[in-house]
């Protein structure tokens, strides 16, 4: 293991889609950029997911503001280097099952349009028209947004991988970080490099890096579970969309087959009975899937946050950045979050206001965005 230079700009700590493309985005602005991932790039949550990109964020203008930035980045990135992604539309539906739902809806509507997202709603019957697999009788209507994508989450990590070494970025994988100092020297078994700026984008290890740098930042590791079932004779040979029921149930076409989530066993709820449950819902929402045999497809971990939204800042007492607690959203924010910590890096005014994404929202932390 050759060893790491002795002092740098920025070193980014993760190689996921987070860390991916903060790099790209500070290497091409001319930053002394060092990436160090633990283990492969793109090991960690990017790979956890779904798989696809979307614009629209029930209930979280914001998110969705980033959202659709991104979506444009990954287009770019796709016209300018060549990369297949892989993005694919195939749409979003979620499912409302009451009305306040439905209010909900109504009452956000206007904000998602100001952020860009082309989201509307549709009554049952056109919901079980875009998904043949929804039982129209069982929801009052849905939300249809188009901007939604099957996406390679492994390229996407390439694509911004080789962009940010292109634009002289140093990206070193297998290369765990065991401590930080605090005049900014990051240790690892390669070596310590000094570093004049730290960016925390670790995934599910985010919260032990960030103590290491003794910078407290409260993103916990969520287990889930992707699985995968046998798509029926009545089913269409288009893609279906990404579907989401109240429940917390998604699915969606994989291949010939079709995905299914819907997280993790409760603490005191055993897998079989799980398995139970998301079948149960299955079958509820979506008829010809009854009684499906649910057989696993991938596992991993989620680095999450308190409320289920990004931790995009920087600490104010020295300077480490973070860009964690993504809750299985990175895919679709990291391009913009890449942009937000480089302007941070920068001194340079953001695109978007970036106050309630930083660590402040939460009482009792020290960190907030600079």
């Keep these: 293991m050759s060893r ?6 920025v070193v980014v700590i993760g190689g996921g889609v987070i860390g991916a493309s903060t790099a790209c985005r500070l290497a091409e602005a001319g930053v002394g950029t060092v990436l160090l991932e633990r283990g492969a790039l793109g ?28 979506l444009a980045d990954y287009q770019a990135l796709t016209e300018r280097t060549g990369t297949d992604l892989g993005l694919r539309r195939i749409g979003l539906l979620v499912l409302f099952t009451d009305e306040q739902q439905v209010r909900d809806f109504r009452h956000t509507q206007a904000a998602q349009h100001a952020a860009g997202v082309d989201v509307e709603l549709v009554t049952a019957a056109e919901a079980a028209r875009l998904n043949p697999l929804v039982d129209e009788r069982a929801i009052l209507a849905a ?19 080789t962009a940010a070494r292109q634009a002289g970025a140093v990206l070193r994988t297998e290369t765990p970080v065991t401590g930080i100092d605090p005049d900014g020297r990051v240790h690892t078994p390669a070596g310590s490099i000094r570093a004049d700026t730290i960016v925390c984008a670790a995934g599910p290890w985010a919260g032990t890096v960030a103590a290491m740098a003794d910078v407290r930042l409260p993103v916990t590791t969520y287990p889930v579970e992707m699985l995968l079932t046998d798509a029926p004779d009545s089913a269409p040979r288009t ?4 579907t989401m ?20 066993p409760a603490p005191d709820e055993t897998r079989q009975a799980w398995l139970q449950r998301v079948s149960d819902h299955l079958g509820t929402a979506f008829p010809a899937l009854a009684g499906n045999r649910l057989e696993h497809g991938w596992s991993g971990n989620l680095d999450v946050s308190p409320d289920g939204m990004a931790f995009i800042g920087r600490d104010h007492s020295r300077p480490f950045l973070y860009a964690a607690g993504f ?13 937000i910590i480089r302007d941070l890096v920068l001194g340079k005014e953001s695109w978007t206001q970036t106050a309630g994404l930083s660590t402040a ?10």
Excluded: K
């Design 245 to 264: 029921h109240p429940s917390s149930l998604r699915m969606r076409s994989w291949g010939d087959r079709i995905l299914v989530g819907m997280g993790r």
């Design 239 to 242: 893609p279906l969309p990404m």
């Design 361 to 370: 929202r939460c009482p009792g932390l020290s960190a907030q965005t600079g």
């Design 143 to 161: 939300a249809w947004s188009p901007e939604a994508y099957a996406c390679d989450p492994a390229a996407i990590v390439r694509g911004y991988a």
């Design 327 to 339: 809750s299985g959203q990175g895919l679709c924010q990291a391009p913009a979050a890449g942009e």
């Design 43 to 70: 090991s960690g949550s990017s790979g956890t997911t779904a798989g696809v990109v979307r614009t629209y964020f029930p209930g979280n203008a914001l998110i969705s503001s980033l959202a659709v930035r991104s």
């Design 4 to 9: 790491l230079p002795e002092r740098t700009d």
